[in-house]
């Protein structure tokens, strides 16, 4: 996808109606995670989902909750296996980063995850901490959005 068909993308905030959609996306959840699926539709209900939306229908969602010291986590961030590599990632996180409304925005993910680690560099975000003891040899990386 070039940069022109991005340009179709729209970023917007998800439905309580689009919870299934959504989990057609989510690679664990279509997977038959039950718990991601019921997170997927309280996060809906709640009104915490933004979308990416193209031509062919949703690529992609990101959750934002305020529940992390009362500043703005990213608890989730999600492009669907065939829209990846096309700059969806980049585009959600950029909307996140927007819309926050605390002081601060933070987001983690595991040691291992290169692809998310070279994404949130990319999108000016800092390494802030390491945290060991929740996936056992795949210590948590913090991140902190420099805005
Ligand atoms: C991590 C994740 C969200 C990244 O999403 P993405 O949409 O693929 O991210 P982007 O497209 O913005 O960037 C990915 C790559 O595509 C490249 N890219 C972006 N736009 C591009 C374009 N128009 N043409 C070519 N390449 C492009 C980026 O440079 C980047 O390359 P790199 O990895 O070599 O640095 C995605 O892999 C994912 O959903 N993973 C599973 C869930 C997950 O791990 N979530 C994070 C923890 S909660």
């Not at 927007?98 to 601060?104: D, M």
């Not at 070279?118 to 975000?125: P, T």
Request: aromatic share 6%; proline share 3%; charged share 25%.
């Amino acid at each position: 996808m070039d940069a022109t068909h991005l340009g179709d993308v729209v970023v917007r905030r998800a439905r309580e109606s689009e919870s299934d959609a959504l989990v057609g996306i989510d690679a664990v959840a279509v997977e038959g995670d039950a718990h991601r699926r019921a997170s997927i539709g309280k996060w809906c209900r709640d009104g915490l989902v933004l979308v990416a939306e193209g031509e062919s229908g949703l690529l992609g969602y990101c959750v934002v909750e305020y529940t992390f010291f009362e500043q703005g986590f990213v608890t989730m961030l999600m492009v669907a296996s065939a829209a990846r590599g096309r700059g969806v990632g980049r585009r959600l996180l950029d909307a996140v980063a927007a819309s926050c409304t605390s002081p601060k925005l933070f987001t983690s993910t595991n040691v291992s995850n290169q692809p998310m680690q070279r994404l949130l560099r990319r999108a000016g975000w800092s390494p802030v901490g390491l945290l060991h003891g929740l996936d056992e040899g795949d210590p948590e990386v913090f991140y902190l959005c420099d805005r």
